[in-house]
């Protein structure tokens, strides 16, 4: 047995039992093998342990991936989820099936316009981007922009909005991790019942949150999508950009 295979065994362990101290299924909550930096060759070994969705940051890395596994294409699900500057959209819009990392209009107008050029692919499914921990260094939106960009990314056509995706401030701290996680929960809980007849908002039923070192308490909090890149591919020896 592999290593990637053993990993994902252990990570898939630690995911149903989070999800069963909160009281949770675990089918409710999906993992996302985060795989930047790491080869084509992993990736297609960790499909063979039955993943199918996988997470890249970096835009020409992971086309060039994207290309090298296109015969195994209709098995995978391909997810953006690092900043996205205006000159990468179209290749986003192109060969991605969602986006997490949107944290302003003009990126999700982009992705709205380019993503239309190729019908086939159907609508990107999208989330917006909370900088809940307030860090200079990360992407995303304060708290109180929330529900004005994800009302404009709603209306979008070629768009489906998801969700919210947060990358808290990294701790040791068991309560403190939750308690960033539980203000994302909060404002998720509170966009999905104050817009539950607003058509753009149908298919609003993602928190993406939660990595390798805190992905219990972003279970205990809610999150239906799990972040996870070295607790299955190893840690990484050099970051791209």
Same mark, same amino acid.
């Given at each position: ?15 149903? *039992?989070?999800? %069963?101290?909160?009281?949770? @299924?675990?089918?409710? !909550?999906?993992? $996302?093998?985060?795989? #930047? =930096? ?30 090298? *596994?296109?015969? %195994?294409?209709?098995?995978? @699900?391909?997810?953006? !989820?690092?900043? $996205?500057?205006?000159? #990468? =959209? ?30 086939? *692919?159907?609508? %990107? ?117």
């Amino acid at each position: 047995m592999s290593q990637i295979t053993t990993n994902l065994m252990l990570v898939r362990r630690r995911l149903e *039992l989070a999800a %069963l101290a909160a009281k949770r @299924e675990p089918e409710d !909550i999906q993992l $996302l093998a985060v795989s #930047k =930096t790491f080869p084509a060759i992993a990736v297609e070994e960790a499909m063979h342990a039955g993943q199918t969705a996988f997470g890249e940051n970096y835009v020409q890395e992971a086309v060039e991936k994207i290309q090298q *596994l296109v015969k %195994l294409r209709p098995w995978l @699900e391909w997810h953006f !989820i690092g900043p $996205l500057q205006s000159n #990468k =959209t179209r290749d986003v819009a192109e060969h991605f099936d969602w986006v997490h990392s949107i944290d302003r209009l003009k990126i999700a107008e982009r992705l709205s316009a380019q993503r239309g050029e190729f019908p086939d *692919l159907g609508e %990107l499914q999208v989330c917006v981007q909370i900088n809940v921990s307030e860090e200079e260094s990360k992407s995303g939106i304060a708290l109180e922009e929330v529900e004005t960009l994800c009302d404009a990314v709603a209306k979008l056509p070629n768009l489906v909005l998801r969700g919210l995706m947060a990358i808290p401030a990294p701790s040791d701290d068991v309560s403190q991790q939750r308690r960033a996680f539980a203000a994302v929960r909060e404002c998720f809980v509170g966009l999905k019942a104050k817009h539950s007849n607003d058509l753009g908002y149908d298919f609003f039923d993602t928190l993406s949150m939660g990595m390798s070192d805190d992905m219990e308490a972003a279970i205990a909090e809610g999150s239906t999508m799990l972040r996870v890149g070295s607790a299955i591919f190893g840690k990484r020896d050099k970051i791209k950009i």
